[in-house]
């Protein structure tokens, strides 16, 4: 008799098309090749440096730290305390919080969905494009995922009215994903007006923001940036917010980051935090450590704390600085790309049909996913005129 061999039944799984590209990048020998696909933030000369407060923090941590003992599933309550205070300011739109610190945003998103579909939710709602792993993670947890249109790729706006139709037609009780700001993949920023329609919308329908987080203080700044956020949750009341210190502190590989949930009530949000510390204990069992500590030994040091800021603030002029040449560069190729002055954080989305893009990579040595996203930052101010000369003729 044939026994089956192991595996037999999966599906084959695609490689994941970002690290396929940056493979590809790597063994493309031309010197002058230019990688605007990989999705971290780049310094002038190319790099993605380790920040000056993060190495002061792991300086300082190596010489106190005395354990490494385990800590629990929810993670490290003083890093949670100074994030959320960092992130949401003292009055945290007047509502209670409490938190969970998770691996990354990714682990954040994915330990919000389990609460969503441990609550019962129905269905979350998501404007696209988005970023690519959002999807896959609410079907993950057995959410049905809704979807309308948010962004005009030709004319490089948000599609507000379209979003305000379908949150007005979702059901009591759905979920909305919200990016807090620099969106990813279209740098779409909104209006304060628009943020006030959204959360109008979603106070009188009963629907559950959750906040994906992942850019604060790349855009605007780090209280402009959060500001939309803070209005939804004081006119609602109730919200979920998946923080990740990946972009903000230059920690990608350390995985740190954190779920908030916001309320009137302790005991609810207590009851939710423990559903997510009970998911973490049976996935994970508890997050790792380093990252957390790191941020809370920046965001508790004054000095150290200001090392950060500095460096946020040049993060974030470097992005202005480019955003502000490509405006000019590819606005001569298609006018509605001077809205990428506008836009905000590291991503911005052109016009560009997916064979354009892979011919543009084969010819020029151009690197950006079939979507057309191309990050910002991995562009030096100098050489963003000539990357759109050479994008230009493929743009649509
Ligand atoms: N949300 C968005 C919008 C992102 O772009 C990313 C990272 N690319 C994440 C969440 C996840 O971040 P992390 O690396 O912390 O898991």
């Known amino acids: 008799m044939n026994t089956p061999a192991f595996f037999d039944s999966l599906t084959e799984q695609k490689p994941d098309p970002l690290l396929e590209l940056i493979a590809k990048f790597a063994a493309d020998p031309r010197s002058g090749k230019i990688d605007l696909g990989v999705g971290v933030y780049r310094d002038e000369t190319g790099r993605t440096p380790v ?70 939710r129905r269905k979350i709602w998501i404007g696209t494009p988005t970023w690519v792993n959002h999807q896959a993670i609410f079907a993950a947890v057995g959410l049905q995922v809704g979807t309308y249109r948010f962004f005009d790729i030709d004319k490089q706006a948000v599609l507000i009215d379209e979003m305000l139709t379908t949150l007005q037609d979702a059901a009591p009780g759905d979920a909305v994903l919200l990016q807090t700001s620099c969106h990813n993949p279209t740098g779409a920023g909104l209006s304060q007006q628009n943020w006030r329609d959204i959360a109008a919308i979603i106070a009188s329908n009963g629907l559950l923001p959750l906040f994906d987080n992942a850019y604060q203080g790349l855009g605007r700044g780090p209280i402009e940036d959060a500001a939309g956020m803070i209005g939804v949750i004081e006119t609602v009341g109730e919200a979920m917010v998946a923080v990740s210190c990946s972009k903000s502190f230059s920690l990608y590989r350390e995985r740190t980051g954190a779920v908030y949930l916001f309320g009137d009530q302790q005991a609810s949000l207590n009851k939710g935090v423990g559903n997510l510390a009970s998911h973490a204990r049976t996935s994970y069992s508890m997050p790792p450590a380093h990252g957390a500590a790191i941020v809370a030994a920046i965001l508790q040091n004054p000095s150290r704390r200001q090392v950060w800021v500095d460096e946020l603030r040049e ?9 502000g040449a490509a405006a000019k560069a590819f606005g001569q190729f298609h006018p509605e790309l001077a809205n990428i ?25 151009i690197y950006m996913p079939d979507s057309g996203r191309i990050n910002v930052a991995g562009m030096r101010v100098e050489d963003v005129a000539s990357v759109a000369e050479r994008i230009g003729p493929y743009l649509a």
């Open 315 to 323: 993060m974030r002029i470097r992005i202005a600085e480019i955003r």
């Open 341 to 365: 002055a506008s836009q905000e954080g590291m991503f911005s989305l052109l016009p560009i049909p997916p064979e354009n893009v892979r011919q543009l990579r084969a010819e020029h040595g």
């Open 51 to 120: 920040m000056r407060a993060v190495k002061a923090a792991e300086h300082y941590l190596w010489e106190t730290q005395e354990s490494k003992s385990y800590i629990g599933p929810e993670g490290d309550p003083a890093f949670l305390r100074a994030l959320a205070l960092e992130v949401f300011g003292e009055r945290h739109g007047g509502r209670l919080l409490a938190g969970i610190q998770t691996p990354g945003g990714t682990g954040a998103l994915r330990l919000a969905a389990e609460l969503l579909a441990l609550d019962n």
